[in-house]
């Protein structure tokens, strides 16, 4: 359908590389990835490759090859495989590099093996995301989720040569404090306290816990405050780099970083919005998701995703023109699933509508509510707003009532809150009917006329 070039994907990443070499050298990675035979994955292990390439790539390693090994299982002690950890020893000479990217979850054991055999360091799929965050992490909660992260995930790694080739690649390159410097995988908020003991580790990490516990108490507060104006959440969800934060901004003139990188959003951002009939709500920008992102990983960023759980509506980003946007789209529900958010209503919007030759291509039907937008160029979002406003009225309670004229306030919260369908003016007050949120119908239901809730009296 559409070339990479014209996506201008490679563009950025070059760009990134000149200006990472300019300071040092990049680390040069190759890419391991393994397919089994049993694999219940909807994703190809050479698009999961290709995938794993971007993600060194916006880590700064340059990439200087990959290979694939199919096999029943992975293997225990090596994950690969002894042959095939030989052939990277000797690939190794001949292509120079020092880094080792595998495409999933390597034991502590398999990683320490594969360093010891390969002499070169080796890093797995979640390791990489984690050093991903860890650049791109600026609030304060965002820092102290990357680093709690990073620490669990280190911890049972400290003992053997692990340790000892991080810190060789980290001490070699002028790793600066707040972890912009130093070799990928161990730099980030927690890069000083690489050479911490456990037990320093586990003080640390009950220490992060209690932080994000209390951060995660104000965001509560936060969403408390929020809830008592009544506003509706709709959170921006979707695969990583399908135009959240572009979306985001042309909804709200917001200013988000919005870029060609993986992950360049990790901090929730919260906009008020308004639909076309008038009601007002909260839109929110959050990290976006990625396949294999370990359960482990969810639930260190719980506190972000919190946002996407106390949602009333979603609204599902999906790059139209990515060669695999059905599997990023299923990913998606995956994470929805696992945060227990599957259930909610749900808004697709088919992104990137401009790079298609033919815009007949895209089948609505594979997506709930779906409208095709670009919030690049800023074209489908009157459409994409009344979906909205159409999926949250269905999320609303259909009532009818006379509001007294002295209680005009009630009338025009219901105007600003809900969606108005008739309104008279009659002797005893005003007559409305319409929907208003679940959460509001308690203010009127003294008025109650006729209405489908007064069959329920309490
Ligand atoms: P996020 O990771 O989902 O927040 O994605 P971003 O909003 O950061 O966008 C990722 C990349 O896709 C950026 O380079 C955007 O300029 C680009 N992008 C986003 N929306 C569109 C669109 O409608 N059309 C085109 N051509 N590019 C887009
Ligand atoms: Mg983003």
């Known amino acids: 359908m559409i070339s990479k070039a014209k996506r201008g994907r490679d563009t950025t990443t070059k760009e990134r590389l000149i200006d990472a070499s300019s300071r040092v050298q990049p680390e040069r990675a190759y890419l391991v990835a393994v397919e089994q035979a049993e694999s219940e994955s909807l994703w190809s292990v050479e698009d999961s490759l290709s995938e794993l ?76 995301i984690l050093d991903i965050f860890a650049q791109h992490a600026h609030t304060r909660e965002g820092r102290l989720q990357v680093e709690l992260a990073q620490l669990e ?28 410097g130093g070799a990928i995988g161990v730099r980030g908020p927690g890069e000083t306290r690489l050479e911490m003991d456990r037990r320093r580790i586990r003080g640390r990490i009950s220490e992060l ?42 909804m709200t003139d917001a200013g988000v970083l919005a870029e060609n990188k993986l992950f360049a959003t990790l901090d929730p951002t919260t906009r008020h919005i308004t639909l076309p009939n008038n009601q007002e709500a909260l839109l929110t920008d959050t990290v976006g998701f990625i396949q294999k992102l370990p359960t482990k990983l969810i639930a260190a960023f719980r506190a972000t995703l919190e946002e996407v759980i106390e949602a009333d509506l979603l609204v599902e980003v999906v790059d139209v023109v990515h060669e695999n946007a059905i599997e990023q789209s299923e990913t998606v529900s995956d994470v929805l699933q696992s945060l227990d958010a599957i259930d909610k209503p749900r808004v697709t919007a088919l992104n990137k509508i401009d790079l298609l030759e033919d815009q007949a291509d895209i089948d609505r039907s594979l997506y709930p509510n779906a409208v095709p937008i670009s919030a690049l160029q800023r074209t ?47 002797a005893d007050g005003t007559f409305l009917k319409g929907r208003i949120p679940r959460s509001l119908s308690g203010y009127y239901r003294e008025f109650l006329v006729n209405s489908l809730t007064a069959q329920h009296p309490e």
């Open 380 to 426: 489908g979002l009157d459409e994409l707003r009344a979906k909205i406003a159409e999926v949250l009225a269905n999320t609303m309670e259909v009532v009818q009532v006379v509001v007294p004229y002295g209680k005009s306030d009630l009338v025009e919260l219901f105007h600003r809150r809900g969606h108005v369908l008739k309104e008279e003016h009659r």
């Open 209 to 250: 816990r209690e932080e994000i516990e209390a951060v995660r108490e104000q965001r509560r507060v936060h969403r408390q405050q929020r809830a008592a104006r009544l506003m509706p959440v709709v959170a921006v969800v979707g695969y990583t780099n399908s135009g959240k934060s572009t979306l985001f901004n042309a």
């Open 53 to 128: 390439g971007i993600l060194a790539r916006t880590a700064g390693a340059q990439v200087v090859g990959n290979m694939i090994q199919r096999l029943r299982h992975p293997d225990v002690a090596t994950y690969i495989g002894k042959g095939r950890v030989q052939e990277l020893s000797d690939l190794k000479k001949t292509l120079g590099f020092n880094l080792v990217i595998v495409d999933d979850e390597l034991s502590p054991s398999q990683q320490r093996n594969l360093e010891k055999c390969i002499h070169a360091r080796v890093l797995d799929r979640t390791a990489l």
């Open 153 to 180: 995930y280190r911890l049972p790694r400290l003992a053997g040569a692990g340790v000892d080739l991080s810190r060789q690649a980290g001490g070699s390159r002028s790793a600066g404090p707040g972890g912009a």
